[in-house]
């Protein structure tokens, strides 16, 4: 990425676009869980990227940037929901989860994430997924890193119960094993 | 007495270890694919239609209210419209 401070539209945005925009799109459905709304809310994080742009500094990839507004877009978002349910019931039109429960629930991985809050899943997800350092997770998350570890070590106390108890759970044990053998 | 551990950590047979959820989270999220794809014309649309930030927005509402209330005032006390009205006196006290 260039060492320029802000992002040129024309091309580097865009190019940034296309890079990042898948993996910046399975972050936020690890949070929100909802392929359609991970999808808006991917488009608004560049949207929103797009109008910071001149606030971007380079001093960390823009990749992790990126994930720094998509997910907190997705906690946000999920926050809204959340207090949506409060609403009378004419203003508010709970989404229909049934597509949501027949497609995307198949995998084990989704089962699992459902079963924590989304601090958590954003957590799980950036780190196991994304790579990113408990320092960088802390940073994106806004919480100290002590935080991050913990939630972490939570998450996946849980995501190994649940997929432990999972009927479609099957143990690879080959490939592990014999990479752990190899060290 | 031989020590025995109430709370295993590394679970049974069937508990994937912590390796095993770093890779299926890693093989699962990759086989994630979006449905429309990447829209770079969408995001533009977005940002055309994008209207006034919020602070402008509370700002002038917040402003619009105020103006109100003091034309509100002015106009009841200049026309002695309900309790802006000069209030009468009653002469004869009981």
Redesign the interface.
């Known amino acids: 990425m260039s060492e320029t401070k802000e992002l040129d539209p024309s091309t580097q945005f865009?190019q940034l676009?296309?890079q990042e925009?898948?993996s910046v799109?399975?972050?936020i459905?690890?949070v929100v869980l909802d392929?359609?709304a991970?999808?808006d809310l991917?488009?608004?994080t560049?949207?929103r990227a797009?109008?910071a742009r001149d606030r971007y500094t380079p001093t960390a990839p823009p990749g992790a940037w990126l994930r720094r507004i998509g997910i907190n877009l997705a906690i946000s978002y999920l926050r809204r929901q959340k207090l949506a349910r409060f609403l009378p019931a004419r203003l508010y039109v709970a989404p229909d989860r049934r597509d949501y429960d027949r497609a995307e629930a198949r995998?084990?991985?989704?089962k699992a994430l459902t079963g924590l809050s989304p601090k958590l899943r954003a957590a799980?997800?950036l780190h196991?997924?994304d790579g990113l350092t408990r320092e960088e997770i802390a940073s994106v998350l806004g919480v100290p890193a002590g935080t991050v570890a913990s939630r972490i070590a939570k998450a996946?106390a849980i995501?190994?119960?649940a997929?432990?108890n999972d009927q479609d759970?099957e143990?690879?044990r080959s490939?592990?094993e014999g990479?752990?053998r190899g060290r | 007495m031989p020590y025995v551990e109430d709370r295993p950590t590394q679970g049974g047979i069937g508990t994937p270890s912590e390796e095993d959820i770093s890779r299926i989270i890693r093989d699962t999220v990759e086989s994630w694919k979006p449905q429309r794809g990447p829209d770079w014309t969408d995001v533009m649309t977005r940002l055309a239609s994008t209207g006034p930030p919020a602070w402008l927005l509370y700002t002038a509402a917040s402003a619009a209210l105020v103006l109100i209330l003091i034309t509100a005032f002015l106009v009841g006390s200049a026309l002695h419209i309900g309790a802006l009205a000069p209030q009468e006196i009653r002469s004869h006290l009981p």
């Open positions: 865009r676009y296309d925009y898948r799109y399975r972050s459905r690890a392929s359609a991970a999808e991917t488009q608004e560049f949207v797009y109008r995998d084990v991985v989704t799980v997800i196991y997924y996946v995501m190994r119960k997929i432990g759970w143990p690879k490939s592990s990479a752990l």
